[in-house]
DNA sequence: TTGTAAGCGTTATCAT
DNA sequence: ATGATAACGCTTACAA
């Protein structure tokens, strides 16, 4: 291995002026930059991060902790982080939040002996607890969720974008619209969405039908029975996430209901699952690429603190369209 | 911060023997261990791994390569990982090869400077020039790929599997079964696989009929064109993905084709995505995240070199069925 | 069984 | 502008 001092001798400088010039600081003639970069390149040295970071306390690690890898939404955010981490010249270290909390714990703790530079946090509030975990010196900042204490985030408005799903099908013509909401569990995230569609709703005076499911595939099909149950003449359903979403466009053609015809869909997230129900899904969509790249950004400039809110867009596909015109208004 | 001296102190030992009892080695007393231990307790000491990766020039990292973050196989693999390298105390490096070649050199470079255990490469093959980049001291290991060469991967018998596959959907009574094949140029993989469909169609005495697309759900639409533009009596599809297959579940429906009692559609890898179309796709199954684990298992033991072919099965779910009975036998 | 001491490769302080 | 030198916190011969 070539270390900092066969560099120093091959160019006939002292290791510290070596360091200074490979790390851009002042204190050195153009000449000896030359000498020193000529060096780097003959012995193709690089820079032993573990002994930087020994020395200065600090690494150039990042710190990702997602609900599970294997997440759709939780995915596109991995991507956005790891694309700009990657830019700046970071390395991501990947976590489960997902696991039990002696999990967390441990990967905190690796964090903070590999004094990563920050941390981001998908999909999960920043708790009393973790900041005590992570220690002082190391930022932390959650992604895709916001609550109302002030913590560093980046999220869109839940409430609103919500409210603005739910105008939009107003819109359309839509008076008879069933909310499928998440997990009531979510405090920061599936309440806010059902405060947007409530308000709309109240706001237009319709009747709001609403049901529970847990933001999964696997419960969108019950959570269109519990609607219907209540209102069999529902003309539109509005899932808080496409996974939910997708299920109820299939659930919905498997009792021959036509898609957008009889019945239109929208979902929320924009996640890949949106694309591969037929009609494609429309969807409220937050940009979950661009809010993990900005998550890094944020992070790195440790100034900046408290929450982001990021812009939420309606995607039109194929799933929503006005109501049938022989639909009776409630 | 708590170091190696403090506890030392505190048990009234020398640093050395901190170690010994920390890093489980001989040469101490119980009594002397227990001392120890209360200490470590007490102070709530932790080894700090950039110091003690300096000196050993080893760190428990794991580089996990994907061509995207964002893919679903790719997230099944690094759940696996994820999992099995948390079990085992290894932190998880995150890296893209999807990405320009400049950045998976960088990738490496910083794997190499971490002092990394090893590196997972997730459905690329390890070239020569990645070998070489990475140094002789550290070992990587592909998964869900594999390559004639003989070096260390985890993968399936895609030729077998594309075989089995078809087999089992010339058992179901078909003999007008199109491929869907992947792009060409992915020699390990779209091209065993489809090997093992011709295999099959020839003792069977069909008629190969084959189209090829890009593996994702866009490409599926225009395959299943190219397709029934051979042959309109297709009475089953088999795409070499499930994103392909699910697309061309949604684009027969489309068409007014039922699946699967018009045509049935069979996919593979068992992704997130053969669930969230309607029926659900019935697929090949690759057990991804079973090989993440081994791959780090693999890793970790470093004798155990070569190829491991993990199992491979097929699971019926609800778009593959016997074929019409109208249907004319070519 | 235990301690001493010499690094691992870097950066930062203090001279010059 | 440059160089000695002392850490950073750990492990590991080698001694005792």
Redesign the interface.
């Given at each position: 291995m070539v270390t900092i001092r066969d560099v120093a001798q091959h160019a006939g400088v002292s290791p510290a002026t070596v360091s200074r010039v490979v790390n851009g600081l002042v204190g050195y003639s153009d000449e000896t930059r030359e000498r020193v970069e000529a060096a780097v390149q003959k012995l193709s040295y690089?820079?032993?991060?573990?002994?930087r970071?020994?020395k200065t306390r600090q690494?150039s690690?990042i710190g990702?902790l997602a609900p599970?890898?294997?997440?759709?939404l939780a995915?596109?955010v991995?991507?956005g982080v790891?694309?700009e981490a990657?830019e700046r010249g970071y390395?991501?270290?990947?976590?489960?939040t997902g696991?039990k909390s002696a999990?967390i714990a441990?990967y905190l703790?690796?964090l903070?002996?590999?004094?990563a530079a920050g941390v981001i946090l998908i999909s999960a509030v920043i708790t009393q607890e973790t900041r005590q975990l992570l220690g002082p010196n190391i930022p932390i900042i959650s992604v895709a969720i916001s609550d109302k204490s002030g913590s560093p985030s980046v999220a869109i408005d839940d409430e609103q974008a919500a409210y603005d799903a739910t105008r939009h099908l107003l819109r359309l013509g839509h008076r008879r619209i069933g909310l499928l909401a998440g997990d009531p569990a979510s405090v920061f995230v599936a309440k806010p969405r059902e405060r947007g569609y409530l308000r709309a709703m109240s706001e237009a005076k319709c009747t709001p039908v609403t049901a529970s499911g847990s933001f999964f595939?696997e419960s969108g099909a019950a959570g269109l029975d519990g609607l219907l149950a209540q209102d069999a003449g529902l003309t539109a359903i509005f899932a808080v996430s496409d996974?939910m979403g997708?299920a109820v466009v299939?659930?919905l053609?498997?009792r021959g209901r036509r898609v957008p015809e009889d019945v239109s869909v929208l979902g929320f997230d924009n996640t890949?699952?949106s694309?591969?129900?037929?009609p494609p899904l429309s969807t409220m969509a937050q940009p979950l690429e661009e809010m993990g790249r900005m998550a890094v950004s944020k992070l790195l400039r440790s100034r900046a603190l408290g929450p982001k809110i990021m812009p939420h867009h309606l995607i039109e596909r194929g799933s929503t369209a006005p109501p049938p015109i022989s639909s009776p208004q409630t």
């Open positions: 690089e820079t032993d991060y573990l002994a970071g020994l690494t690690v990702l599970m890898v294997s997440d759709a995915s596109k991995m991507q790891e694309e990657q390395a991501v270290m990947l976590g489960r696991a999990f441990g703790r690796t903070r002996t590999y004094r595939y996974e997708a299939n659930e053609q498997r890949s699952t694309l591969h129900v037929h």
